[in-house]
C-alpha cells in the first residue's frame, strides 16, 4: 500500500536518499550515542598523544640526527653515542645529583610542615580558620619574580651580614618549600578532614599526643594524599627554572640543578650549538621523573580522585 513505512523510516515507493559514509555514521551515531561518546574518546586520546609525545620524540629525532644531516622522521644513521657525550662534555651526572637531592630535600620539609598544618587546618576549629587557609592558598598565585629581589639581597649577606646563602643548597630550598607548599597544604587538608574523629579518639585514649596521632594514625590513613602531595611538590622541584638559575653561579659544585646542566651543554660546543648533544641531556633529565610517575601514578589517580570526594 501507499501509506506503508518502511524499516529505513522512508516511505514505501520512494526512492531511497542517497548518503555519504558521515552522513551514515551520524545516522548510526543518532541511533546508538555510544558510539559518537567512544568516537570522541579515541579523537580525544590521539590528539594528547601527539602532542604530549610529539617533543618527546622531536627531542629523540634532534638528538639521534648526526652533526650537519638533516632532520627526517626517521634518521638514517642514528648515532646513539650522544646520549654518552653528555657525560664527557659537562658534569652531567652531578647536575643530576643535585637536582634530586634538593628536590628530596625540599619534598621532606614540605611534607612535614604541609602535615602539621594540614591537621590544623582539616581537624581543628578556631576563630579565623577560613581566611587564614585563603591567605595560604593566595601565596601561591605570587609570581616567583616578586621574591627574588628580596632573597637574593638576604642570601647574599646584604640584608644581615654574614648570612650568605648564595651557592649553597639553601637558597633554593627555602624559596622552593615557600612556593610549593601551598598545595600540599589544600591536599592533606582534604584528606585529614575526612579522617574519622573517632580513629584519633582511640588513639588518644591509649596515652598518644596529638602529634602522635598524627604521625602513627592520621599520615597512614592518608597514604594516597600525602604520596600525592610529595609526588607533585618533587617533579615541581626538579623541573623549576627561576630560582634553580639565579641562586647559583651556574657550576655543579655549587648545587647547580639540572638546568645548569643542560644550559652547560649548550656552550659545550666549538663555535657552535650542539643542539643534538643538549636534546640528548634533556630526555636523560626527563628519565628519573618519568621514572617516578610510572611507580607512583596509581597513588596519583586515587589521591587526586579521592580527595575530591567526601563521603
Known sequence: M???????GGVQGEPELKRGPLQRWVASSIKEPEKAYRAMFYVATIFFLATTLFPFYFLLVLALTPENAPLA?????PRFE?????????????????SLVLALSTTVVVLILASLAGYVFGRLQFPGRTPLMLLVLAISYFPPAAFFVPLYQLFTGNVIPGLSLY???????????????PLSIFILTTF???IPDGLEDAARVEGT?????????????????????????????????FFSQLMNNGQPGNWAPI???????????????TYGVMAAGSII???????????AQERIVSGLTAGALKE
Do not use: K, W
Not at 501507499?2 to 529505513?8: L, P, V
Not at 622522521?73 to 644513521?77: D, E, S
Not at 643548597?169 to 610549593?180: A, H, K, T, V, Y
Open 82 to 98: 650522544v646520549f654518552l657525550d653528555v657525560f664527557d662534555r659537562v658534569n652531567f651526572l652531578r647536575y643530576m645529583f643535585n
Open 167 to 181: 651557592n649553597t643548597p639553601g637558597s633554593m630550598i627555602l624559596p622552593f618549600s615557600s612556593l610549593f607548599m
Open 192 to 194: 585529614y578532614g575526612q
Open 209 to 241: 599526643t596529638r602529634l602522635g596521632a598524627l604521625f602513627r594514625v592520621i599520615i597512614p590513613l592518608s597514604a594516597p594524599g600525602v604520596a600525592t602531595a610529595g609526588v607533585l611538590t618533587f617533579i615541581s622541584v626538579y623541573n623549576e627554572f
Open 259 to 273: 638546568v645548569g646542566g643542560l644550559l652547560s651543554l649548550q656552550r659545550a660546543g666549538q663555535f657552535q650549538v
Open 285 to 295: 633529565a626527563v628519565v628519573p621523573v618519568a621514572i617516578l610517575v610510572v611507580v
Open 73 to 77: 622522521l626517521f634518521p638514517a644513521a
Open 2 to 8: 501507499n501509506g506503508d513505512t518502511r524499516t529505513d
